[in-house]
């Protein structure tokens, strides 16, 4: 059987002939601009936390803090903000994450080099008992060693940056958050230890595990990964083979640092396909989903799809053909199984540029011309739902901005326009190892990083 | 006389008649015959099948029974549990009317008597033919009375020695209780008392999300009785895979089942003639009030009073009777079928693993047990439904698997139907139509699997399927669906050769 593989070039996706219509460009500079200026407006300058939301009373999420760090180095390329700037914001956040209680106790910010998912965005500490995150963790540590490789000057600011960003990232002791030698636990509560959860299954933790694997400090065994695999499943649906997860996020938070493309572990090996092709295949499946639209949601068709962890509706349940829809609020939304209760994440879909921009372009150009004035609310919302009474006409839509779907707007669209997070982190020791031991060959990680 | 009155009157003359079949009062045992071919202790699901089995084959079997023929499965499992799932399913088909183009019933009454007397009617009904006078009359010696080893080759039945060349233990399995503080002092209700119960109760704790606890809990939510249920596990069914385990949680969502997950129930006190138990989640604890509580789901094997020492007969309290792959115990004239030694503890395959132990016994067979290909279900809505092996068992044994799934929404028929939520997924070894295994998760998924099962036996891959023109709209026609799929996805061979002789032309 010949291989459906073919090596990708590593050109940006954005730069491929015929991709990019007439205006396409301005528009998803605007998007991605404004997606920056979350950071810059809601970040504490006193300890670098972002908020988790831009509503009111917002905590900070560890993530947030992660893709706030990667897309300080997108801002300084695009000129959004100055490299003392970007630097000083940088500097602020590691020497507080350093600097931080690692006491594990119930309103510490830590425990064994990982953080709470959620800290009060003024003092720091772990709010709404929230759980030691492993995977929040990863994306933390991601957005560090992007810094630590973007910002390479020798000034005493930029070494220490770098210098930080190493000693947090040794500190993690991913070794102890393996369970029973196997797949890494999602995370780990002071009330009651680990909690009842692995990452299992396929999902974003992929990160994590090259981040665990490749840590020279306290690294996870190469049965982690066998662990976490050995779970896949490897399906057909819709006439399409892949690697099956619901959300489309799962397809795209590890992609936004690492550069998938033409590398392949074992099991990409024996389906002949790589990480990235799988991610465009999941899209394909997203809309062909959303053309079925089984259970007859407004707006769901070619061009409006989406579905993925988000905000969306908590409205009471209403009628829709015939039967009593709830609705979920803040969910983790997926196809074909759902849940689904007809709210898209735009987010999402603009994320599916780099896999798919030949349905993902006319989508997110849908989602900006349908609103008036065209400013991309459906884009930047956390949610939209066309199906749900909301309380203006034309259905719901999340308020405000979330900060994990303005982080993934902002690297995607890089990543789509000239490959910067890609090329920084195919330059990362840690990654280029932990790939290695997860048993990546081939590709990029054949020839020797740039230096 | 009121209807109602009429209805109770013939509920009770319904569970008389099952007990004048499965446990008479007054019955004499018959004279013991010098020796037996088979002697058979436990008249469940297994029991019941080798003794016939072996009697038809001419054989010289005694029957031993300490409570009712037919078991659990008939008395207190299956039948009486899929009976109310009938009636459940009917409420909710008639609040869901919209869904299916009806006008709902302007007030929908809940008559929980009504549904336990069709149980006892049901369970009357198919008593009928499981009664001792019906073994009798087949051939078989039917003792009631408990038995116990005297030696390598005999029993004692209250008294009465048997002696026997060969010998199937299949007493099955007891309930296992969870060892909850509190909970024995509050009462509880196990499937054993709880068709007994006169009146529907206002709310209901279900301690384990098994498929039993699933099944039940979803048809007391159907009920209108406000239903809690709670699992140590992250998810439901926790053997099943993950999408159908969800499913199963949506479904019981759907039906406003109470879902707590990832939750021990910590201690059960009674306050005000009500139940309240704690609930303890992620070190949180959180406290219910209910008035009645449905545990007992685990089960352990059946093995005490047994005397299975007299006999060698090697066992453990856990695991049960210690059986080769033939169902031989350490006793070479004995062997065990059913839950008493088998992990996996449903009706079908303690029924299969007797018909093993007859052909082994009797007819020098060497069957294995670890040949059988059992499918099973769990008869929540929707139904959940497995044969042969998980991905992630095909994947711990380094066979590479692939997946050929077809949504329920792509079936013609189940659009039509309105039943259109699940799937059938298919498990192959990859590049060939060998079917490893599959679950269906679909309203009727206990009756798609079969075609499944007989293709696994049959020897039949994904590419003979292909070939067998299903009936036209069925839900059925998912199978043949994703055997569809599969040649559409299976490399060209004589296709490509005569598209390219075509081209030649």
């Not at chain 1, 009111?56 to 990667?70: D, H, K, M, N, T």
């Not at chain 2, 399913?89 to 008559?111: E, H, K, L, N, W």
């Not at chain 2, 604890?285 to 047994?306: C, F, H, S």
Request: a neutral charge.
């Amino acid at each position: 059987m010949p291989s459906l593989f073919k090596s990708t070039p590593l050109a940006p996706p954005g730069k491929a002939p015929g991709v990019m219509a007439p205006g396409d460009e301005a528009m998803l500079d605007s998007l991605q601009h404004a997606a920056f200026d979350y950071f810059l407006d809601r970040t504490n300058l006193s300890n670098g936390l972002v908020a988790d939301t831009s509503r009111a009373s917002s905590p900070s999420s560890i993530a947030a803090v992660g893709f706030a760090l990667s897309g300080y180095p997108v801002g300084v390329e695009r000129g959004w903000i100055g490299r003392v700037s970007a630097v000083d914001r940088v500097l602020c956040a590691l020497r507080f994450f350093s600097q931080s209680d690692q006491s594990g106790t119930t309103t510490a910010t830590g425990f064994r080099g990982f953080y709470f998912h959620f800290l009060d965005i003024e003092t720091g500490r772990r709010v709404w008992q929230s759980e030691l995150s492993s995977i929040d963790t990863a994306l933390l540590i991601a957005g560090m060693l992007t810094a630590a490789e973007y910002f390479d000057a020798e000034s005493a600011a930029e070494t220490e940056l770098r210098h930080l960003a190493d000693a947090l990232y040794r500190r993690v002791d991913w070794h102890w958050a393996q369970r029973e030698g196997g797949a890494v636990s999602q995370g780990w509560k002071p009330e009651c230890g680990f909690l009842n959860y692995g990452w299992d299954g396929y999902n974003e933790a992929l990160l994590l595990y090259v981040l665990g694997l490749g840590s020279p400090t306290h690294p996870l065994t190469d049965a982690s990964f066998e662990a976490w695999t050995l779970t896949y499943q490897w399906e057909n649906i819709y006439g399409h083979d892949y690697l099956y997860a619901g959300p489309l996020f799962v397809h795209q938070f590890s992609h936004a640092w690492i550069d998938f493309r033409g590398i392949r572990d074992q099991f990409m090996r024996e389906k002949g396909i790589d990480y990235f092709e799988n991610s465009r295949r999941a899209t394909l499946v997203q809309r062909d989903y959303a053309i079925r639209n089984p259970r007859g949601f407004t707006g769901y068709g070619q061009d409006r799809w989406g579905l993925s962890a988000g905000d969306g509706p908590s409205v009471e349940p209403q009628a829709v053909e015939g039967r009593r829809q709830a609705f979920y609020g803040y969910a983790a939304r997926g196809v074909p199984w759902g849940p689904d209760d007809g709210t898209i994440a735009g987010a999402s879909t603009l994320a599916s540029i780099v896999f798919a921009p030949e349905i993902a372009l006319p989508a997110v150009r849908a989602m900006v011309a349908a609103r008036a004035g065209g400013h991309g609310d459906w884009v930047r919302a956390s949610g939209f739902n066309e199906t749900a009474h909301g309380p203006v006409a034309g259905g719901w839509t999340s308020e405000g901005e979330f900060a994990l779907d303005q982080g993934l707007t902002v690297l995607m669209v890089e990543n789509f326009r000239s490959g910067l997070l890609w090329r920084l982190l195919r330059d990362s020791v840690a990654i280029r190892t932990g790939l290695q031991r997860a048993g990546f060959q081939g590709g990029w990680l054949a020839t020797k990083a740039s230096g | 006389m009121t209807f109602d009155a009429v209805q109770d009157t013939e509920s009770a003359a319904d569970d008389r008649e099952r007990l004048r079949h499965v446990a008479p009062t007054g019955w004499r045992n018959p004279k013991p015959s010098r020796l037996y071919d088979l002697l058979v202790i436990g008249a469940g699901p297994a029991g019941l099948m080798a003794a016939r089995s072996a009697a038809a084959l001419g054989a010289k079997v005694a029957l031993v029974e300490r409570h009712q023929l037919g078991g659990d499965s008939l008395n207190y499992g299956s039948i009486p549990t899929k009976a109310l799932i009938r009636t459940a399913r009917m409420y909710s088909d008639m609040r869901c009317a919209a869904t299916f183009g009806a006008t709902p019933p302007a007030d929908i009454q809940v008559d929980f008597g009504a549904a336990i007397a069709r149980l006892r009617h049901v369970r009357a009904r198919v008593s009928r033919t499981h009664s001792a006078l019906c073994l009798t009359r087949q051939g078989i010696s039917v003792f009631f009375g408990a038995a116990r080893f005297t030696g390598k080759d005999a029993v004692d039945v209250d008294g009465v020695n048997l002696r026997f060349k060969k010998a199937l233990v299949a007493t099955g399995a007891l309930s296992q209780l969870p060892t909850i503080p509190g909970l024995a002092e509050a009462g509880y209700l196990t499937n054993a008392n709880l068709f007994d119960i006169g009146a529907l109760p206002a709310s209901l704790l279900v301690i384990g999300g098994g498929p039993l606890g699933c099944e039940l809990a979803q048809v007391f939510a159907r009920f209108g009785c406000r239903t809690i249920i709670a699992h140590r596990e992250p998810l439901f069914l926790p053997l099943e895979e993950r999408d159908a385990a969800q499913m199963v949680s949506d479904g019981l969502a759907r039906d406003g089942v109470e879902i707590h997950l990832n939750t021990e129930v910590a201690s059960v006190r009674v306050e005000g003639g009500r139940k309240v138990a704690e609930l303890v989640i992620d070190g949180n604890v959180a406290t219910t009030t209910v008035d009645q509580i449905l545990t007992g789901i685990g089960r352990l094997p059946a093995v005490q009073g047994l005397d299975l020492e007299a006999a060698g007969i090697a066992y453990d309290a856990l695991s049960g009777i210690h059986v080769d792959d033939f169902l031989r115990t350490t006793n070479r004239r004995v062997y065990a079928a059913g839950d008493v030694c088998l992990e996996n503890r449903y009706t079908n395959t303690a029924q299969a693993s007797a018909c093993i132990v007859v052909r082994n016994a009797l007819l020098l067979g060497r069957k294995r047990v670890s040949t059988l290909t059992v499918p099973w279900c769990t008869y929540t809505d929707p139904e959940v439904a497995h044969v042969g092996l998980y991905v992630k068992e095909a994947r711990q044994r380094g066979i590479p698997v692939k997946t050929f799934t077809i949504p329920m929404h792509d079936v013609d028929r189940a659009i039509a139907d309105s039943e259109d939520d699940g799937f059938v997924k298919i498990h192959v070894r990859e590049g060939s139509g060998h079917i490893l295994g599959a679950t269906v998760v679909a309203r009727h998924a206990g009756e798609m699997i079969n075609v499944i099962s007989l293709a696994m036996v049959a020897g039949f891959g994904l590419d003979a399927l292909d070939g067998v023109v299903h009936a036209y709209p069925t839900q059925g026609e998912a199978i043949r669906m994703a055997a569809q799929a599969y040649m559409r996805d299976r490399p060209a061979r004589w296709q490509d050769w005569l598209a390219r002789a075509w081209v030649r032309l």
